[in-house]
């Protein structure tokens, strides 16, 4: 959400994005960053042995800055602003959003030393389940396509698994997931100046969006007008904070774990 309206007020965040509104450019290079130290997003924790490879390290960022500065680098950019100088040419407030960052930030912030980092945070039941949620609709998909071409498996093995994430097919796994990069994210921003980094939270911005989008223009560098503001704030559904809430498995999960969730500054379950 945030990174949609941060992107329809002037902030640039790539041309090629998935459904999650993530630039695939940098995804993959998060991606590929995790595996080096057998990681991935729902197991990220491993890679803080990336950041001890001393001999290692500065040819991943080597790796890392080839690709910025190569034609690759066009499913970011687009071909015009390839075509304009690349990377190094972007004049204007720019930036991508992926939470694999959360974990990838060292090696970021050694490339774009002076980068900014906007963290968003969200209650962390409505976290667990939105993730359920689509592991669930993960295995359906899978289990179709499984079916119809059962005959012709032996073809060609399948390249992934039926789930993305086995870990969040559980509220328990999906809610231990948050803790990691919640604790991760607050660890990054704890070590970076306090110009230099915007923590927001989800529910907050539901409720005051023209309050917190205003905030976070402002700390992006971008200029755009109250009128425009309240233009692209004016279809968020504030009914969307707190959802767990309204379901009484999601509710009595929030009383579970009621200790974790205060600890990271969420109140008493509604």
Sequence with gaps: MLGRLLEEIGLFA??????????????EINTWLLGQCGARWDEPAAIRHLWKHENGLPWVESYVRTLLDSPRSIQFLGVRKYLAGGMRSLDSPWGWKDPRNTFTLPLWLRIYPQAK??????????VAQSLRVREARNLDEAAEKFNRYRPLVFLRPKGGGFVESPRCTFLDGGFSLWKE???????????????????????????????????????????????????????????RANSYASDPELRQFAVDHRADLSERGYSDPI
Excluded: W
């Design 14 to 27: 790539g041309t090629r994005k998935d459904e999650n509104n993530e630039a695939l450019f940098f995804q």
């Design 117 to 126: 980092v906007v963290s968003i945070e969200r209650h962390g039941v409505d």
């Design 181 to 239: 990069y919640t604790a991760q994210a607050r660890a990054m921003i704890a070590q970076l100046p306090s110009d230099r980094s915007l923590a927001l939270r989800y529910e907050d911005v539901l409720e005051s969006p023209f309050k917190y989008l205003r905030e976070s223009a402002d700390f992006c560098g971008l200029e755009v007008s109250d009128k425009r503001l309240r233009e692209v704030i004016a279809g968020i559904k504030a009914d």
